[in-house]
């Protein structure tokens, strides 16, 4: 059961990957991808949330120097709080982006990093899955 309409799903995102200067459309694709737009969704990975956040990631990307950033994480550890689960997803795109730019890499790589880690760089599956995913309406 989603507790949140696709709207407010859709606000937070814009929001969220504005703020860090990522494309919101990109992380309505991911939620499509991730988890079909599911808060609670959990994968055999053990991934949680409508972002499909690792909880291997989660701790680096929730602790962040919040003195530069408005976005403080106020639900604690909870990965099925949807802006949670969406400001730590936007933190760790924004983190591989920078360094795909940073080893040469200037298209959409750090989607797959996001989903492979370092190791992204040498699939591209998930990018094309990301890009091609439909964002539906309500």
Known sequence: VVSASLQQIYDCAYEVAN????????????????????????????????CQ?????????LIWDDSYDEYTISSGYNLYDIMTNIIVSVRQLVTWREY????????????EMYNKGYNGVY???YRNRVLNAAIPSE
């Open 100 to 111: 795909a730019q940073s080893i040469g890499y200037s298209d959409y790589t750090y989607l």
């Open 53 to 61: 956040i690792n909880e291997r990631w989660y701790h680096k990307f």
């Open 19 to 50: 703020y860090y200067g990522l494309d919101p459309a990109i992380m309505m694709k991911i939620m499509a991808v991730e988890s079909n737009y599911n808060p609670y969704a959990v994968s055999a990975t053990g991934d949680h949330g409508i």
């Open 123 to 125: 699939y591209s599956d």
